[in-house]
Every structure is written in C-alpha cells, then in structure tokens.
C-alpha cells in the first residue's frame, strides 16, 4: 500500500509573519447583496432534518456562481474589479471561487507575491459586491493533499496559507475556505479518505478554528471529489473526537461523464456508475445512502461536459444535475454550486470566449454555448 505522504516526518514551518499577519477590519457589505442579506453562513439543517447551508440566521440558501481557472496562466486576466461586479450585479451570481494551484506548472508555490496581491483584490472585491468567496487550496498534482509539495516546502505551504488566511479575513463574513481541491490517484491508487485526506483537514481546520471559529470549511474528498461517500462514517473531528461544525464535503460533477449510468462516447467515462442516483436517491446495492440526506455538500466545481472539459457539451445532463442540487433529491438539500470555469481556457467548458465582446455591459458574442446556458440559467433563477 502506497504511503501518499500520510508519515511525514518533518512537517515544514509556519512563517512568523503568516501567524502574525494584521486583521483586515470586518467590511461593510450592500444592504440587497447576497451577504447582506444572509450573512456569515453556517451549517444547519433544514426542515427535514438534514444539514445544509444555511444564513446565519438558519435559513437554508443556494449560492450559485463560477470558479476562475489557473491563475497562473491566462485564467487571471479575467479576475479583474470590473468583472467581479459583473458577475454580481449583471450575472446573478452569488459567490466566486478564486482555484489555488500550488505546486502544478507554476502555481503558488512559486509566486510568494500572491497573498499580498491577487488575494488581498479578490477578498475586497467581492466583498464591496456582497459575493461570498471560496478561498480554495487547488490540491490536483501531486495528488495528495499530504505530499511533501504541500506540507514541507520547506514551509507548510497549506498550514502558512490557512494561518494567514484564518487570522487576516477572520472578521469578514463572505468568505469559505476549501481545505483541498481533488485529491486523485497515485500510481494506480486512490488517496485514502481515513488516512490521509481526513487527517490532512483536521490539521488545517485546528489552524483555522484557532483563528475563526465558525468560518465555513469546505472538505475535498477522493477520485477528484467525486467519492464524496467515503466520508459517510468518518467525518472530520477535533483532538477530542467531537465533530467540528460548519463543515461540508465536496462533490465535482461534469455532466458527460458523470451521469446517470448511460454509456457516452466521451474521452472519461464511468460505465454503469449512477452518480444522479447515489447523490439524489442512494445505491442500496453498493451500500451507499442517499448522499444528499447524509453528508452536507458544495459541489465546488462542476462542468457541462466531459470531465476533461474539452468535449461533449451536454445541457439535458447539465440539466438534470441542476434540478437534483435545486433540491430535487430525498434530503431536500438546496446544493451550492461553482461552474468551471469563468475563462477563455480549458476546453468548451470555459464560459468565455478570447476577444470576441465584453462581459460589461454583456456582449453575447463573448459566451461559448456552455457559458450562455450557465449564464440564462443564473439570470432566469436570479429573476424568479
């Protein structure tokens, strides 16, 4: 059995000016905005006993919006002040989720420069809109949130990351983190969930909850966050086995390959697994109750095509899932939800073309087929 990282030796070190870094002010957010009028969110259940998230009222709530791509390629030039506002306020979206690659082609571990500057725009800038933020921690390669890339840089990239995080934006309400991105496989093995990625989120959420106490976490879980069901049983909890609050567990979704069981001539399939079932109804057969009456989930991330993201468009797919997360699944759990990807990348499931129009005041012509069906569906559920 592969060890994936889980008996690190040495932990690297957290960098004094993370674990002293200033705290921003608490913001001030528009009175009609989505944080207006929901506030910091929580985990909570709903009327038929199942956790949520929720206003911090307890009211349960959707958010709806779009992830960037890489920032460390040309998935930055859209992550601008301008079109932050246009997403909120011409898009109808009501949160933003700003994808962290780390140690993958350049990615934050090579740009020390990131939190004082991309980081610091995108937190004010949803703030000043009322969007909430996904802060998320891109785990993809190396596939371990554990690995040494990660965890002994020689710093701890992920526990500095979240020690400066946890402590800067503690007083701010719009924000969630997301402990790791998709921990995958590793020579031919999937990273463990008890092991591995559980342990790995409960080091980070001491971090976090030594600073924010009841900050939103977001958990990844494993095969890309699509085995959301390993955690049915062995949920994240503090030194003394008590489960932490306000936590949630991943799902990303890509409506091609991920389906109801039916065979695509798509390049990622997963023959005869029901994913629409498992999540909405459960698999008796398999041993999996319904996911959606068990576990509280954000599906992070989510496509209108192959898992790839470079072929097969698919909205009768697309469609489907969207009526399962509107609350259509046996716990009435409304799914939040991020679109990959807000960029002119990836493959036809980014939602932008390159220079073809505006996104403000919206020029259509900017919009690949899987963008406009994202966009008309934020706008018609924006208008209901």
């Known amino acids: 059995m592969a060890d994936f990282g889980k008996d690190i030796v040495k932990i690297g070190y957290i960098d004094d000016a993370s674990?002293?870094?200033?705290?921003?002010?608490?913001?001030?957010?528009?009175?009609?905005?989505?944080?207006?009028?929901w506030g910091k969110l929580k985990v909570a259940k709903n009327a038929k006993g199942v956790r949520c998230l929720c206003s911090e009222t307890g009211e349960p709530v959707q958010l709806k919006g779009f992830s960037t791509h890489g920032l460390q390629w040309a998935g930055v030039a859209n992550v601008t002040e301008c079109n932050i506002k246009a997403l909120k306020e011409e898009w109808g979206c009501s949160v933003f989720r700003l994808a962290l690659y780390v140690d993958?082609?350049?990615?934050?571990?090579?740009?020390?420069?990131?939190?004082?500057?991309?980081?610091?725009n995108v937190v004010r800038w949803t703030a000043e809109c009322g969007m909430y933020l996904v802060i998320d921690w891109h785990v993809l390669a190396p596939a371990s949130p554990q690995a040494p890339e990660y965890r002994c840089h020689p710093m701890d990239l992920a526990g500095d990351f979240?020690?400066?995080?946890?402590?800067?934006?503690?007083?701010?309400?719009?924000?969630?983190?997301?402990?790791?991105?998709?921990?995958?496989?590793d020579n031919g093995e999937k990273i463990p969930w008890?092991?591995?990625?559980?342990?790995?989120?409960?080091?980070?959420?001491?971090?976090?909850?030594?600073?924010?106490?009841?900050v939103v976490a977001l958990c990844g879980t494993p095969s890309w966050s699509q085995d959301t069901q390993d955690v049915i049983g062995h949920e994240v909890t503090d030194e003394n086995g008590i489960p932490y609050e306000n936590v949630m567990y991943t799902f990303h979704v890509y409506a091609a390959s991920h389906n109801d069981?039916?065979?695509?001539?798509?390049?990622?399939?997963?023959?005869?697994?029901?994913?629409?079932?498992?999540?909405?109804?459960?698999?008796?057969?398999?041993?999996?109750?319904?996911?959606?009456?068990?576990?509280?989930?954000?599906?992070?991330?989510?496509?209108?095509?192959?898992?790839?993201?470079?072929?097969?468009?698919?909205?009768?797919?697309?469609?489907?899932?969207?009526?399962?997360?509107?609350?259509?699944n046996d716990g009435d759990q409304l799914v939040s939800w991020c679109n990959w990807s807000f960029s002119a990348e990836g493959g036809v499931c980014g939602a932008l073309k390159w220079n073809t129009g505006k996104i403000s005041p919206l020029d259509p012509e900017i919009l690949t087929e899987s963008g406009k069906y994202v966009y008309d569906h934020l706008k018609m559920k924006q208008n209901k």
């Open 104 to 120: 993958y082609e350049g990615g934050y571990a090579y740009n020390p420069t990131f939190r004082q500057t991309m980081l610091e």
């Open 162 to 185: 979240f020690t400066y995080c946890a402590r800067r934006f503690q007083n701010q309400k719009h924000i969630l983190y997301e402990l790791c991105n998709e921990p995958n496989i």
């Open 261 to 328: 069981g039916r065979d695509i001539d798509t390049p990622t399939t997963f023959h005869g697994i029901n994913f629409m079932k498992r999540f909405q109804k459960g698999d008796p057969e398999k041993g999996i109750p319904a996911i959606l009456n068990t576990l509280p989930v954000f599906v992070t991330e989510w496509g209108t095509t192959d898992a790839g993201g470079w072929t097969n468009f698919r909205p009768d797919l697309s469609d489907m899932w969207l009526d399962i997360f509107d609350g259509n």
């Open 194 to 214: 008890v092991g591995v990625i559980k342990d790995y989120c409960e080091d980070m959420l001491r971090i976090v909850r030594t600073y924010d106490k009841d």
């Open 19 to 37: 674990i002293n870094v200033d705290i921003l002010s608490a913001y001030s957010y528009p009175e009609n905005s989505p944080v207006g009028k």
